[in-house]
């Protein structure tokens, strides 16, 4: 059997895994890594794949976090075009696509989550149908995003609409069909839908809000039309899908580790077997007395970061500070907080034209902001959220005062 002699197996090679060998390093701990990596290309950027990339404002090699010498200078092996098909944890070895076997000492998932796409019942295995997974997705799709042709986006949430954006600004034809009562209804307010909802009608795009897909349908085995929960059946060269992700913790669960719809980890990222971490989107963690996942980059370094200092001998708990964005057209949505179960929202104009934040509260406790093309709206909630500071209701409302004096 392979000597292991301190090695960490990392599964999986996006953000978080980069993230946690990178810190790894910079804390001077040395032991053997091995990435196993099932894409082709080295660990690369993967918000810009559904705005700047998918509009060829940026190459795959702007994406790149290192290059790859930088691997290869930090002792760090990275196998790409691999998978980990099984995890025998009795004997502390992962199987590999090729067959091979490899020791660990310690165990990383960095899985990430995988889009939900369309039954093939429904015509989800028809040509032009796409999600935005990878940069191999963002290269298909970029080449049928062609002035005139007519895009169906299914969901919409932020990943749907920031393709119907990029769509629009590639002048094709746009519909985003939402099946919840409003657009962003898992993940925002009635007021930010609103706003949202404004900026794309503004754009030209159609948004049907409770509004499902019934089926696609299709000539010569390419997507032609859809038909709507609503009856009608309207013209389609291309259709989005942005319905959602599921977790990949498959490989945790038949390896016997605690499981819900995401591999569940504790304060420091470890699993149910102490020599097993987790992290990013796959990762099911505490947060204020709930289990959640944060799907977002700003997690998936923040606890890759937190789990690269266990390991490197620290015992200080993660402590999620959610923060999320989101580019459409020229406006800059910046969320800070999370606002899961708010009951009270406070819409307030910001200084310039076409900024805003909505001000989200839980049994009259600041929980989160979200801040349209407004920056120190931004700036201000994240500190105040930092702080556990709930601000002046009346000052907060009155759109003269200046943020700042919140703070005080």
Not at 233 to 254: F, M, Q, S, Y
Request: aromatic fraction near 6%; charged fraction near 20%; charge should be negative.
């Amino acid at each position: 059997m392979e000597q292991v002699s301190g090695r960490l197996v990392v599964v999986g090679g996006g953000q978080a895994a980069f993230a946690l060998v990178a810190k790894l390093r910079a804390l001077k701990d040395m032991r053997p890594i091995t990435v196993v990596a099932a894409e082709a290309s080295l660990p690369y950027q993967r918000p810009p794949l559904s705005k700047k990339y998918l509009l060829r404002e940026m190459m795959l090699d702007r994406l790149l976090y290192r290059p790859e010498t930088w691997y290869a200078e930090h002792e760090i092996d990275i196998r790409l075009s691999t998978t980990v098909t099984r995890v025998d944890r009795a004997t502390r070895q992962v199987v590999l696509s090729d067959g091979s076997t490899l020791g660990y000492e310690t165990l990383a998932f960095a899985t990430g989550a995988t889009p939900r796409r369309l039954p093939a019942a429904v015509g989800g295995d028809l040509a032009g149908v796409y999600v935005v997974r990878d940069f191999r997705d963002a290269d298909l799709l970029a080449e049928e995003m062609q002035p005139g042709r007519r895009v169906l986006v299914v969901g919409g949430g932020y990943i749907g609409l920031e393709a119907a954006a990029v769509a629009r600004i590639s002048g094709l034809e746009v519909t985003v069909i939402e099946m919840a009562d409003r657009i962003l209804q898992r993940v925002a307010s009635a007021a930010t839908s609103a706003i949202v909802r404004e900026i794309h009608s503004a754009h030209g795009v159609h948004i049907r809000e409770g509004t499902g897909l019934h089926r696609l349908f299709g000539h010569n085995g390419r997507v032609t039309a859809a038909e709507l929960s609503d009856g009608s059946v309207i013209p389609v060269d291309i259709v989005i899908v942005g319905i959602g992700v599921t977790a990949n913790d498959d490989l945790a669960h038949d390896a016997g580790i605690e499981t819900a719809n995401g591999i569940v980890v504790d304060s420091h990222g470890r699993t149910s077997d102490p020599a097993v971490f987790a992290m990013g989107d796959c990762a099911v963690l505490p947060w204020d007395g709930m289990r959640i996942r944060l799907e977002s980059v700003q997690n998936a370094v923040d606890q890759a970061e937190a789990v690269a200092a266990v390991l490197a001998g620290s015992s200080v708990p993660y402590a999620p500070k959610p923060w999320f964005w989101s580019d459409q057209y020229d406006v800059k949505l910046q969320i800070a907080g999370f606002g899961l179960g708010h009951d009270e929202t406070l819409v307030r104009p910001g200084q310039r034209e076409g900024s805003v934040s909505v001000w989200y509260f839980r049994q009259g406790k600041l929980i989160a902001v979200d801040a349209i093309n407004d920056a120190k709206a931004y700036v201000t909630g994240k500190k105040l959220l930092e702080q556990g500071v709930t601000p002046n209701r009346a000052l907060l409302a009155d759109p003269q005062v200046d943020l700042k004096t919140l703070l005080a």
